[in-house]
């Protein structure tokens, strides 16, 4: 099968997800074409059978805002027409499904057939989508794709309060490929960070406001007064100025180390001992299963589809959305015994690996042979 996938070529969960499983399809034989405005951060290998096609968005004088949707239509118009691509996987709603649905009927006036399925990731539902400005169109893009899957139940169940939908949505949870993460850790790396032996949290997120990224630092100040412990701040965004700002307010700097958008998370993860996981809202959350790979247990706030992968009392515990003291306690209640820390890393990442790529992939396959055969 020829594939064209469309994405946020970024660090953010729907394009890390995109990429990983267009690289498990050419894995798997298909041929695979990315298509995006810059290269996917995890598109590192270019096996024979994996492509990348850049959209190019030139200024031009007369456009205050550059029409992307219709640069994108073209190019997915092009692509497919050249490269004869039997489908389209489009990831994140806006504008994604809707320019695939354009390049869509473009096409068929041109006599060429090509379906395409749209991959609900959360905030394209939960935030901007139910924004009233792109209610119609989403709504007509998901009702108009050949397929439609959302990252959790509860991302399903969001999408049908929320939007007038007249389709089936398929459910098909975040994956992980276990091969890339390991338990094992590096002691040299742990001593960088913990010199003394202390415990190590860590968050990993796009510090956006949805994430509530002062509440990991205000759980960390009320664990850091029971045990010694250091907290790893991955990721960068647009709270992390005002994030830091807490850490000094807080006087916890010393035992917070940022480090930006490093591309060896699975590194650090490994060494760590606890998640923590504070989002206002969450349709998955990516970054908590990546974590669980690792064997590292979560604490997070009970949210949208959190609950799906997060096990309570399993895999790490759940909380109210804002609710420091038990997040806190629930943190202590892992990491002060050792037995417990023990048990919780175990049962992470026995969770993690039942969200699989080898559980996963044929699930968006099936989808594919079914939206080929209609
Ligand atoms: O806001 C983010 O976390 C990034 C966002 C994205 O679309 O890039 O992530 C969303 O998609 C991920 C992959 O499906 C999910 O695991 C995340 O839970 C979801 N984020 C939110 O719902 C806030």
């Not at 400005?133 to 009702?143: E, G, L, R």
């Amino acid at each position: 099968m020829k594939i064209g996938i469309v994405c946020y070529p970024t660090f953010g969960g729907s394009g890390v997800l995109a990429t990983e499983l267009g690289k498990a399809l050419a894995a798997n034989g298909d041929e695979v074409h990315f298509i995006t405005y810059d290269q996917p951060v995890r598109l590192k290998d270019f096996p024979s059978n994996i492509f990348y096609h850049e959209v190019t968005v030139s200024k031009y004088p007369l456009f205050d805002y550059t029409p992307y949707e219709l640069v994108l239509t073209s190019k997915l118009v092009d692509v497919v027409k050249y490269e004869k691509l039997d489908m389209l996987h489009v990831h994140y709603a806006i504008p994604h499904a809707s320019a695939a649905y354009m390049a869509k009927k473009i096409l068929e006036d041109q006599g060429i057939i090509i379906p395409f399925v749209t991959t609900l990731h959360g905030t394209d539902i939960t935030l901007i989508g139910k924004d009233s400005s792109f209610v119609p169109v989403v709504t007509f893009a998901i009702n108009n794709s050949d397929a439609v899957t959302a990252v959790s139940e509860s991302l399903r169940s969001d999408t049908l309060i929320h939007f007038e939908i007249k389709r089936e949505i398929d459910v098909v949870a975040n994956f992980i490929s276990s091969e890339m993460y390991s338990d094992v850790v590096d002691e040299k790396l742990r001593k960088d960070f913990a010199p003394n032996g202390e415990k190590i949290l860590v968050h990993v997120s796009n510090f956006r406001k949805v994430k509530r990224v002062d509440d990991v630092i205000k759980v960390f100040k009320g664990i850091r007064e029971k045990i010694s412990v250091k907290l790893i701040m991955i990721g960068d965004g647009p709270e992390r100025h005002s994030v830091e700002e807490i850490c000094r307010k807080e006087g916890v700097c010393v035992d917070v180390k940022f480090v930006g958008k490093t591309k060896s998370v699975e590194k650090l993860l490994a060494i760590s001992d606890l998640f923590l996981l504070t989002s206002a809202t969450e349709s998955f959350g990516l970054a908590a299963l990546e974590a669980m790979a690792c064997g590292v247990p979560v604490v997070s706030t009970n949210t949208g589809g959190i609950p799906e992968v997060n096990k309570d009392g399993i895999s790490g515990l759940l909380n109210d959305v804002g609710d420091i003291g038990a997040m806190t306690k629930n943190a202590l209640k892992i990491l002060s015994d050792e037995a417990v820390l023990k048990r919780y890393k175990k049962q992470a990442k026995e969770i993690a690996l039942q969200f699989d790529i080898t559980k996963i992939l044929p699930q968006y396959q099936a989808i594919y042979s079914r939206v080929l055969n209609q």
